[in-house]
């Protein structure tokens, strides 16, 4: 029985992975629909993005959906230094022609959760989770409904990306993700301690050039792109593939390893805002609210991701 998703997206050429990742597996994953979120790149690029990638897969049957514009209180921050204008650069893809839903995103997951059995619905967001909160915050009955979420964002021993001390999801909107962690769904969590981990070096690119599909050939040419920040940056042999752990979990949870543990999520402080207090030593009597991964096994995560890409 396939786990029904909706995948939550700021396309992003690792989010692009990873929805790729969750088409090829149509044995595993349903994917009820396509929620995009400014973060990346504004919104009007995302949602477009999120039907490229559909369109590349071949699979214009997937309902893709335009969410919030903005976080819930602060100004949008885009991280174009990273993904590039258009949010996907590293290769020209064609305009999408598939439709754009007229539903709001934030509407589609309320009625989508409202409609399906309850706790048959995964959401794997994998950039700001705007969308998810306002949901939430606009039909409270929903949350019991959900199964559980898989997300990427946060970060503890690895700190921050975007500041010193916070990664780029979570900076982005630390009120909406307040929100879904105090929310008490299940939640799985990809910090950067994970994804930091599964690095597109050299041999791992070429295993997934060879495959020699235009899918191929659009992932490494993006990875072409994303990397080269990363990489100078923290002058690693790759860079971080951080959306495509949320999906790969989903798919193979045994590769990843973690703990469940109390995390909060720092809001006051202009400081240290986003940071996710992770409670990983258990110090505290906070409540246990996320299982927060630590290690992952990234020569598995990689095989993974190659077989499946071979199939789109
Ligand atoms: O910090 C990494 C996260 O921010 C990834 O989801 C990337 O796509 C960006 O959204
Ligand atoms: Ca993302």
Same mark, same amino acid.
């Given at each position: 029985?396939?786990?029904?998703?909706?995948?939550?997206?700021d396309?992003?050429?690792?989010?692009?992975?990873?929805?790729?990742?969750?088409?090829? *597996?149509?044995?595993?994953?349903?994917?009820?629909?396509? @929620?995009a979120v400014a973060g990346?790149v504004p919104l009007?690029?995302t949602?477009?993005?999120?039907?490229?990638?559909?369109? &590349?897969?071949?699979?214009?049957?997937?309902?893709? #959906?335009?969410g919030c514009d903005r976080p819930?209180?602060?100004?949008l921050?885009t991280?174009?230094?990273?993904?590039?204008?258009?949010? %996907?650069?590293?290769?020209?893809?064609? /305009?999408?022609?598939?439709? %754009?839903?007229?539903?709001?995103?934030?509407?589609?997951?309320?009625?989508?959760?409202?409609?399906?059995? *309850?706790?048959?619905? @995964?959401?794997?967001?994998?950039g700001p989770?705007t969308?998810?909160? @306002?949901?939430?915050?606009?039909?409270? /009955?929903?949350?019991?409904?959900?199964?559980?979420?898989? &997300?990427?964002?946060?970060?503890? #021993?690895?700190?921050?990306?975007?500041?010193?001390?916070?990664?780029?999801?979570?900076?982005v909107?630390?009120?909406?993700?307040?929100?879904? +962690?105090?929310?008490?769904?299940?939640?799985?969590?990809?910090?950067? $301690?994970?994804?930091?981990?599964?690095?597109?070096? !050299?041999?791992?690119?070429?295993?997934?050039?060879?495959?020699?599909?235009?899918?191929?050939?659009?992932?490494?040419?993006?990875? $072409?792109? +994303?990397? !080269? +920040?990363?990489?100078?940056? =923290?002058?690693? /042999?790759?860079?971080?593939?951080?959306?495509?752990?949320?999906?790969?979990? &989903?798919?193979?949870?045994? %590769?990843?390893?973690? !703990?469940?543990?109390?995390?909060?999520?720092?809001?006051? *402080?202009?400081?240290?805002?986003?940071?996710?207090?992770? $409670?990983?030593?258990?110090?505290? @009597?906070?409540?246990?609210?996320?299982? #927060?991964?630590?290690?992952?096994?990234?020569?598995? +995560? =990689?095989?993974?991701?190659?077989?499946?890409?071979?199939?789109?």
């Amino acid at each position: 029985m396939a786990t029904k998703i909706i995948i939550d997206t700021d396309p992003g050429q690792d989010d692009a992975v990873a929805i790729l990742l969750a088409l090829a *597996s149509p044995k595993e994953i349903e994917v009820l629909g396509i @929620t995009a979120v400014a973060g990346n790149v504004p919104l009007a690029l995302t949602q477009k993005n999120a039907r490229i990638i559909c369109e &590349l897969a071949g699979r214009t049957d997937i309902p893709v #959906f335009a969410g919030c514009d903005r976080p819930m209180i602060h100004p949008l921050v885009t991280a174009e230094h990273v993904h590039g204008k258009t949010g %996907l650069d590293g290769i020209a893809l064609p /305009e999408p022609t598939m439709p %754009l839903q007229d539903r709001h995103a934030v509407d589609f997951i309320i009625d989508t959760l409202r409609a399906e059995p *309850s706790g048959t619905v @995964t959401l794997c967001p994998l950039g700001p989770l705007t969308n998810i909160a @306002t949901a939430f915050a606009k039909a409270p /009955e929903i949350i019991a409904r959900v199964q559980q979420i898989i &997300l990427m964002g946060g970060a503890y #021993f690895e700190v921050g990306n975007i500041t010193p001390a916070a990664e780029f999801n979570i900076y982005v909107d630390p009120e909406a993700a307040k929100i879904v +962690f105090q929310s008490g769904v299940p939640l799985v969590v990809m910090p950067l $301690d994970v994804t930091h981990k599964v690095l597109t070096t !050299r041999p791992r690119i070429d295993a997934i050039r060879a495959i020699g599909s235009p899918v191929a050939h659009a992932v490494v040419s993006w990875t $072409d792109f +994303f990397e !080269r +920040f990363d990489m100078a940056k =923290y002058g690693a /042999e790759g860079a971080p593939l951080h959306d495509p752990c949320v999906i790969a979990y &989903l798919l193979a949870p045994d %590769l990843f390893s973690g !703990r469940h543990i109390n995390v909060e999520i720092e809001t006051g *402080s202009p400081l240290t805002r986003g940071m996710t207090v992770a $409670d990983w030593w258990g110090v505290t @009597t906070r409540p246990k609210n996320a299982t #927060f991964m630590g290690d992952v096994d990234a020569a598995g +995560f =990689y095989e993974l991701l190659t077989a499946r890409l071979a199939q789109i």
